[in-house]
């Protein structure tokens, strides 16, 4: 039995998917479907596994060894809105949880794989190498990334990461990130705003040396992210903290050029100035480094970001049924091996 906490969200949801495609159900999946109205409870449509609970339910389950025959925790579960201002509900979610689940795993000797962040490495300055070498170098920029960077420092102390493997995911983009509102990819903004308006919004720049949408990020397909995440599943000797991205930064007005090409639109792009409120904390440049990731032995390619958006508006946001769904006639694009 593999534990997916988070797994009616975004990247915990796209990993059941991809258990499910490789013939593996018995699943537990953990979370708060929150309202309906959300639309989060759709991720789990047309997918596969054993059993749901309430996320407030699994520390009583654990402390008390009701749950047996757990191989593996796949920890997606948090508040991943950069955005939010409690700092107590983020140390609660974030931190105090994860450290909850990673002391159970270490005492079952159980694989445990958790979301970690980019956004640890505040604006780069310490720069973007995954391993344990930097993390109490790191500052990150927002409570969201100090949360999970707490953690990773309490991880790194007490020796869970000997065993354990801390994903620092990019900027992920894909299906299943539709109740995501405000914190989802630039592609589906992107996409909605260019069927509604014809026109996609970028924020202007407030730096002098990047122009105007040429911001620069590392943009990860969401299935890139499982492929990786399965992998680890299956190498349990492959344990630190490992950069999950492209390791190729390319601009928001690629992204944006992508996405009209996917759609078959003429390219109309507006810029609007960023928010004051977070000017000062926003990231011009992000792009990861897999080196630990690759001497580990994931040899896989990643997909580049044109192939990305092509496949996520043609085989799922312009579909009616856009949800990552076992039975999807889209699954037989990740079965190929992505160009890089």
């Known amino acids: 039995m593999i534990i997916i906490t988070g797994g009616a969200g975004f990247i915990g949801s796209a990993m059941l998917w991809e258990l499910n495609r490789h013939g593996i159900d018995e699943v537990l999946i953990v979370d708060d479907l929150g309202q309906a109205s959300e639309g989060k409870w759709l991720n789990l449509r047309g997918l596969r596994f054993a059993d749901f609970i309430h996320k407030d339910d699994l520390p009583s389950l654990l402390e008390h060894d009701r749950l047996s025959g757990i191989d593996a925790v796949i920890h997606m579960g948090a508040i991943s809105a950069t955005t939010e201002q409690d700092a107590n509900l983020l140390l609660r979610n974030n931190y105090e949880y994860s450290r909850m689940l990673a002391g159970w795993c270490a005492s079952k000797s159980t694989r445990f794989i958790y979301a970690s962040s980019a956004a640890t490495f505040g604006d780069g300055s310490a720069g973007y190498s995954d391993g344990t070498g930097a993390v109490d170098r790191l500052r990150p920029l927002n409570m969201y990334g100090y949360s999970k960077q707490l953690f990773d420092l309490w991880a790194l102390r007490n020796g869970i990461l000997e065993h354990a493997a801390g994903l620092k995911f990019y900027n992920v983009y894909g299906p299943n990130e539709y109740h995501k509102g405000d914190m989802s990819s630039v592609v589906f903004k992107a996409f909605h705003q260019i069927r509604e308006g014809g026109s996609v919004s970028l924020f202007t720049s407030h730096r002098p040396e990047y122009r105007d949408g040429e911001q620069l990020r590392d943009f990860v397909y ?36 992508a996405t009209f090409q996917a759609m078959d639109r003429p390219v109309s792009i507006n810029f609007v100035p960023m928010p004051e409120s977070i000017r000062e904390k926003y990231q011009y440049y992000t792009c990861a480094d897999c080196g630990h990731l690759r001497s580990a032995g994931y040899a896989a390619p990643m997909t580049g970001l044109e192939e ?14 856009p949800h990552l769904d076992i039975a999807s006639t889209a699954m037989a694009t990740i079965n190929q091996e992505p160009s890089s």
């Open 222 to 257: 969401v299935k890139d992210c499982t492929r990786i995440m399965k992998w680890l599943l299956d190498t349990p000797s492959a344990t630190g903290l490992f950069n999950v991205g492209t390791g190729r930064a390319r601009s928001f007005l690629d992204l944006a050029v």
């Open 308 to 321: 990305g958006v092509l496949d996520y508006v043609r085989n799922h946001l312009a579909t009616e049924e």
